[in-house]
């Protein structure tokens, strides 16, 4: 079996065994690395990517269910670290160890796609998918507030 | 300002202050694509080279894992040769104990939020020697005095004649000299003239971190790498007795099962293949090793006997006076008992290492993300009985480390090296967060037992702590162990409570040999002791009724620092003002120098025990913050820490093996989880101390202080789950 789909705007291709999670696809056979394995189980976040533009967990989708589909990753989300969320992210300083981070700003950057002005609580439910051992957290509530607030 | 991690070309040139002739054994990349000087370089030391183009390049000592030294060590020594931030690289030093050892321990080693304090002092020299050069060499090209001269960013000037010379076009004729030049204290910046110091840089690789470039060792790949899985004993000390491989070896791509002391590796063509086939795996293991029938709740029991029972050995940790006698004649005294169960890690990068082992087994790249990046050499370089300089070593970034990877045999670094040896071809060896879980090395159980005694006048004059814990050095590293006479600061350190005055002091070690892994984790030994000690000075308060935070200030009424903090944060949460359906609670504690001091507030649901926490305010002052946004960062984050392990994180052993495997079974703090939290550093001009864990310990203590004063129930146990907090309140 070969899937074909887009990733960041091109066409990309995987042989994977149907079931591999499309995580392993996009870091070991595109090598796009920026996108991070964490639990592999869907509960931290740092595979997070957007799937037909919503976010999914790469972890938890397997390369046949994005066949046809069309995948951003962190490095799809602007050229050049424009994105209003990386631009936030930066701002604020979020990162410590960076880990989860593109995680998180993917989160954050399907929060404002489908909530451009989201209010504190909202924030904190969408953003709660996602784990941050460094507990970079309260920095990441003022970073989507700027982003929304810059966007 | 760029990363440079390639520094390959420094090695070429021949002269540097104080190690003239020295030539770099091992190249040190990172993987940032380095932005080349363009004009010529002059090493001016070990530690700062100066192109032509006017470009600096500092050497970056310590290890990265999201405390921020990267940037701020550099930053310490640009401070001291006035540089051009804008215009300094930062390189990542290699190897090298010699030259770029933590002053603290003796070796390349980043733990004990200590790099900054152990460096400070000498990166001030060296800054400062470079630019007394860079000073002579203008002099001598101006035939003026040297006394003449002043310096700006990346300019030498001489007010008198008008003259600028960058430090770019003196490097095109600066002469270095054999020995570098002596440095007074007195010529050292005066905190008032930091360019640098207190201004808040942006840390250098967090652009990187915000578009997924960042590199660890995880995201690395070498042409015709493969993948390994390895599954280990479930119990340290056990190996494979039988192995059946049958399945394991039919799923496509596996390559090779290979047998091993501690477990059975898989060498595969993907990374799936080989997660496949370690779950695939069917293995009974050998009863060898200490913790087999190991249960840690029973464990608890056993270690709170030896605690409690001051006629059990012990090895006498501090003594001042005579506690014993004291609490004979005291006219109260009062006792208290704190448990801990054993904590994980829980870096988000789960640990990985790649190996690349030369076809005839004489030399090996490395890529890995450790807190010593020469023990890692070693590691590889006595796995494969070679030498070190036959080892070339990529430093990486790393997923957080919080302690875990500063082990002195980095299992993770040598799984890499002996799969990659099997094929004599890179092998990216990855744990899941099973294996990460399973095989983890904890944060050990401890039961500590406390003793006060007070005189008729209310005075304490009696402190008694013993503390039941494995030994943790012994495990983690058992070369540090060795020099430490069998001393272990991992495990106890700080039982003593040194900085609270009383005159009659008694703290000793009880060491339990339960055969499991340990290790040092973030907060080390004070995470535990602290829970402890600061919950015990909230009862000796409260039993004496006297205001938790008085009782600690006349306890550091000697050290103006610690009264200051402990007055400001009371200030900040309006202490004392009692609370609708909330309550706070109070701590302090002299880490390392650094003192802190946390108040948290609570609220409690009875009918489940759910303990919330809206709100921590801390104030620490950590003498001179190099980086001030970034101390509050890691404040920040040593509480969301701290929470963790107050209410949620705990990992139980049954039969020597872990119970738990992920996030669903071993919980983390959550964005929704964590408090609002109010953090003022206090920076002063002592000495910088540690900033990167100071608050996690304060977090429990606080929050089982505020639950006493909503509840009047005392909390013993971490975690303080919602079961237990339950069945505290009855």
New interface residues.
């Given amino acids: 079996m070969a899937f074909d789909f887009k990733v960041n705007g091109k066409a990309a291709h995987s042989d994977?065994?149907p079931h591999?999670?499309l995580l392993?696809v996009i870091?070991?056979e595109l090598?796009?690395?920026?996108?991070?394995?964490?639990?592999?189980?869907g509960?931290?976040g740092?595979c997070m990517v957007h799937i037909d533009g919503k976010r999914a967990f790469s972890c938890q989708t397997q390369v046949s269910q994005v066949a046809g589909k069309a995948v951003t990753?962190?490095?799809g989300?602007?050229a050049d670290?424009s994105h209003p969320v990386?631009k936030a992210?930066?701002a604020e300083?979020?990162?410590?160890?960076?880990?989860?981070?593109?995680g998180q700003?993917m989160s954050a950057a399907d929060l404002l796609a489908h909530n451009p002005k989201p209010n504190r609580a909202q924030i904190?439910?969408h953003?709660?998918t996602?784990?941050?051992?460094?507990?970079?957290?309260?920095?990441?509530?003022r970073a989507v507030e700027r982003a929304a607030k810059e966007a | 300002m760029t990363i440079q991690i390639r520094n390959t070309d420094i090695g070429r040139r021949g002269f540097m202050i104080g190690a003239a002739g020295f030539t770099f054994a091992v190249a040190a990349r990172l993987p940032f694509e380095p932005a080349e000087a363009a004009g010529k370089d002059v090493a001016l030391s070990p530690w700062v080279t100066i192109s032509t183009d006017d470009t600096v390049a500092i050497m970056s000592p310590a290890a990265e894992?999201?405390?921020?030294s990267l940037t701020s060590l550099p930053l310490i020594l640009a401070e001291e040769l006035d540089a051009d931030w804008s215009k300094v690289r930062i390189v990542v030093a290699p190897p090298n104990d010699e030259l770029y050892k933590n002053p603290a321990f003796g070796y390349m080693y980043t733990a004990g939020s200590n790099a900054v304090t152990a460096y400070f002092k000498d990166l001030r020299r060296f800054g400062a020697q470079v630019r007394k050069v860079l000073l002579a060499n203008a002099a001598k090209h101006w035939n003026v005095p040297v006394e003449e001269l002043t310096t700006e960013p990346n300019v030498v000037i001489h007010e008198k004649s008008g003259r600028r010379l960058s430090y770019g076009e003196i490097a095109a004729f600066a002469e270095v000299p054999a020995r570098a030049p002596e440095v007074a204290e007195s010529e050292l910046k005066k905190t008032n003239q930091f360019r640098l110091i207190g201004k808040d840089v942006?840390?250098v690789?967090?652009?990187?971190?915000?578009?997924?470039?960042?590199?660890?060792s995880?995201?690395v790949?070498v042409p015709g790498m493969l993948?390994g899985a390895i599954l280990r004993s479930p119990v340290e000390g056990g190996g494979p007795d039988k192995v059946d491989d049958a399945k394991a070896k039919s799923i496509?791509g596996v390559m090779r099962i290979v047998p091993l002391p501690y477990g059975v590796g898989v060498i595969a063509e993907?990374?799936?293949a080989a997660f496949d086939a370690k779950e695939a795996l069917k293995v009974t293991w050998t009863r060898t090793g200490k913790a087999w029938g190991f249960n840690s709740e029973k464990a608890l029991v056993d270690f709170a006997a030896a605690a409690r029972d001051i006629s059990r050995p012990a090895k006498l940790w501090a003594k001042e006076g005579d506690a014993p006698a004291a609490l004979q004649t005291a006219a109260m005294v009062v006792e208290g008992e704190y448990r801990n169960d054993l904590v994980y890690h829980?870096?988000?990068?789960?640990l990985n290492a790649v190996a690349s082992v030369s076809p005839a087994g004489d030399a090996c790249e490395l890529w890995c993300g450790v807190q010593s990046k020469t023990i890692a050499v070693t590691v590889a370089a006595s796995a494969l009985k070679i030498a070190p300089d036959k080892i070339t070593y990529h430093d990486m970034?790393?997923?957080?480390?919080?302690g875990r990877r500063g082990h002195r045999d980095e299992e993770y670094v040598h799984d890499a090296v002996v799969l990659s040896n099997v094929v004599k071809k890179p092998v990216k060896v990855?744990w899941?967060?099973?294996d990460d879980v399973r095989n983890g090395r904890f944060n050990p159980l401890s039961v500590h037992y406390l003793r006060a005694g007070f005189d008729a006048s209310g005075k304490l004059i009696a402190y008694h702590h013993r503390k039941a814990t494995d030994e943790v050095t012994a495990f983690q590293d058992p070369v540090r162990f060795g020099r430490q006479n069998g001393r272990d600061i991992i495990a106890f350190v700080g039982i003593d409570a040194a900085y609270y005055a009383v005159p009659n002091r008694l703290a000793e070690a009880v060491p339990q040999d339960s055969g499991l892994r340990t290790s040092s984790l973030r907060g080390i030994s004070h995470l535990t002791n602290i829970f402890a000690i600061e919950s015990f000075m909230d009862e000796l308060a409260r039993k004496r009724g006297v205001d938790p935070a008085t009782f600690r200030r006349e306890l550091v009424k000697t050290n103006p620092r610690a009264l200051n903090i402990i007055d400001r944060v009371a200030h900040m949460a309006d202490w004392g003002k009692k609370r609708d359906g909330s309550a706070l609670g109070f701590t302090y504690m002299n880490y390392s120098g650094t003192q802190i001091a946390l108040i948290a507030e609570v609220t409690v649901d009875r009918g489940s025990g759910v303990v919330r926490v809206p709100k921590v305010w801390t104030a620490l002052d950590p003498g001179v913050a190099v980086q001030p946004?970034?101390v509050v960062?890691?404040t920040?984050?040593?509480?969301?820490?701290g929470l963790g392990f107050a209410l949620w994180e705990r990992i139980t052993i049954d039969d020597g093996a872990v119970q738990e495997s992920?996030?669903?079974d071993y919980h983390?703090?959550?964005?929704?989880?964590?408090p609002?939290?109010f953090i003022e550093v206090i920076a002063t001009d002592n000495h910088p101390t540690g900033v990167g864990q100071m608050a996690t310990p304060l977090v429990a203590p606080a929050i089982a202080n505020a639950v006493a004063e909503l509840t009047g129930v005392r909390l013993r146990e971490t975690p303080m789950s919602p079961e237990r907090v339950k069945k505290a309140l009855g």
């Fill in positions: 994977a065994p591999t999670p392993w870091r070991e090598k796009l690395t920026g996108t991070k394995f964490g639990c592999g189980t509960l931290c740092a990753t962190i490095e989300l602007s670290s990386q992210w930066l300083r979020v990162p410590q160890c960076g880990y989860c981070q593109s700003i904190i439910e953003m709660s996602n784990i941050c051992r460094c507990g970079s957290y309260q920095r990441i509530v | 894992m999201g405390q921020g942006m840390r690789e967090l652009p990187q971190k915000v578009n997924g470039t960042a590199q660890y995880i995201d790949h993948y496509a993907t990374p799936w829980a870096q988000m990068e789960p970034l790393m997923g957080g480390g919080f990855m899941t967060r099973e946004d970034n960062a890691q920040e984050s040593s509480i969301v820490y992920n996030f669903y983390v703090p959550r964005l929704n989880e964590v609002e939290m």
